[in-house]
């Protein structure tokens, strides 16, 4: 079952993208802006609506952790923006000023890719804010974009029904017309899939265009130079162009928007359409998944985002919603590792966990080093997304477990704060922390890995009395426990 359980109907004009973090949702618009929603009840951010942009902005994406948002425009540029207050980071300028269509953060969030108009495409250091190389693709405009989970490669789609797959140095290593009337989106499922000769591994991707048509597809790197693309099948059903397209977390499901007002669910194992949904009176442009939650938004050009509800228990069985361990994090058996590895997308990697006898206790001790060193998983990409996970376990122990609200936590440390200043960065850290992050000559922001403008740290005074307040009140409560 799929309701729609909220519109949203803040932008005067076309919607043209949506993108999901683990606790917002972005809109952009023809309107000029990006707009900020919290998942709690989808009441907009106090700093949103976000403007700088000159003209439309047709997308917007959040790195993987989810603390900066891109934008891009028509008026040349990509922005970077601190999610946690709405400051603006960085204003990206591409070559020659041609109008950028898309934009993707790489899964480690080193790197960020826009594509123009002009052909151009451009991979930007994220912690440098430079051009790290450029290229661009012989004939129409860049339209659509999407990174490997790994982060080895990325695909771009153009207006001439190019694909072409490009490593993370910006070779091109293949390209193929994929469809007669031009791509209009493409996406990466997080899982893996087996086939080919001697149980090759494949990311699976989806592209769709002009042609009403998407096209499921195969990708492996053949070798250190090249790679290979096979067409998987053509998922039917839409009788007009289909503009989006995007998997579910568990890459069990597809969801596309076309011209035809229809937004269309897919089984990705057998082609079969699971649900149409038609509440949108003009073209949907745009859909994306909850990474962490059962919801789906749709963006269409009648200026709203539809929010739908999956019911969890019918659609994501073993992504996480109903499979994951409720007991203590700690006491996880090596099973309940091995489910929880699996609701994260990272089955590939059950073998070496349970090779290496990982439990609840283990799994929350992993560090970088020790996924490099001692589970030899010799991806940067996957180690990131293996580490930023356990991360968010980690903090579901130090704040769920220990009743500490999040905000009271040093980034750093994941302890509660006892002399919180605030950073040029935005955010607040423990200042002793925070000193010693300096100290070792770090110029970065611990939470978004841009450079810090000024190394200036400021007392926050209103969080610490937040904090006192509410270490009263735990005294309090204790005593009379």
């Excluded at 989806?206 to 998987?232: M, V």
């Excluded at 149409?276 to 919801?295: E, M, N």
Aim: with cysteine.
């Amino acid at each position: 079952m799929v309701k729609l359980i909220h519109t949203l109907a803040d932008h005067s004009d076309d919607v043209n993208y949506c993108d999901f973090s683990s606790s917002c949702l972005a809109t952009c618009s023809l309107d000029k802006t990006i707009r900020l929603y919290s998942l709690n009840n989808f009441t907009e951010l106090p700093y949103s609506p976000l403007k700088g942009h000159t003209y439309a902005v047709h997308c917007c994406c959040f790195s993987p952790s989810g603390h900066i948002l891109a934008s891009c425009s028509t008026d040349g540029t990509t922005m970077l923006w601190n999610t946690h207050n709405g400051q603006r980071l960085a204003v990206l300028k591409q070559p020659r000023g041609s109008p950028v269509r898309v934009c993707r953060f790489s899964p480690d969030s080193a790197y960020l890719v826009s594509g123009a108009a002009d052909g151009s495409i451009v991979l930007w250091n994220v912690q440098s804010l430079k051009l790290y190389r450029s290229g661009s693709v012989k004939d129409g405009s860049l339209v659509a974009c999407a990174f490997s989970p790994n982060g080895n490669l990325f695909v771009t789609g153009s207006s001439c029904g190019d694909l072409t797959i490009w490593d993370d140095k910006m070779r091109c290593l293949y390209n193929e017309k994929g469809h007669d009337l031009g791509v209009t989106c493409c996406d990466f499922s997080s899982q893996a899939v087996s086939g080919g000769e001697q149980g090759s591994r494949y990311f699976r991707m989806a592209s769709c265009g002009q042609d009403n048509q998407i096209k499921l597809w195969l990708i492996s790197l053949a070798d250190l130079l090249g790679c290979e693309l096979k067409y998987e099948c053509t998922l039917n059903g839409h009788s007009a162009p289909v503009l989006a397209c995007a998997f579910s977390y568990d890459g069990q499901m597809l969801v596309s928007g076309s011209v035809d007002k229809s937004i269309m669910i897919h089984d990705t194992k057998t082609g079969s359409i699971l649900h149409t949904l038609t509440q949108h009176t003009r073209y949907v442009t745009t859909c994306a998944f909850a990474p962490d939650i059962p919801l789906l938004a749709t963006g269409s050009m009648d200026k709203t985002v539809n929010i739908w509800q999956f019911d969890p228990k019918q659609h994501f069985a073993g992504s996480g919603l109903e499979d994951e361990p409720k007991m203590s994090i700690e006491n996880w058996s090596e099973e309940e590792v091995s489910v929880w590895l699996c609701a994260q997308g990272l089955k590939d990697l059950v073998g070496i966990f349970k090779m290496n006898n990982i439990d609840g206790k283990e799994l929350l001790s992993l560090t970088k080093h020790s996924l490099s060193n001692d589970l030899k998983i010799e991806s940067l990409g996957l180690r990131s997304k293996v580490f930023r996970k356990i991360e968010e376990l980690r903090s579901k122990v130090d704040s769920v477990s220990l009743g500490i609200p999040d905000e009271f936590l040093c980034p750093i440390t994941r302890e509660l704060m006892e002399e919180p200043v605030i950073a040029a960065d935005g955010y607040s850290y423990e200042k002793e922390a925070m000193e010693n992050w300096i100290s070792k000559k770090r110029r970065s922001s611990p939470m978004t890995n841009l450079p810090l403008q000024s190394l200036i740290l400021t007392p926050n005074r209103t969080l610490k009395m937040a904090i006192n307040r509410w270490l009263e009140t735990q005294q309090k409560y204790n005593e009379t426990t």
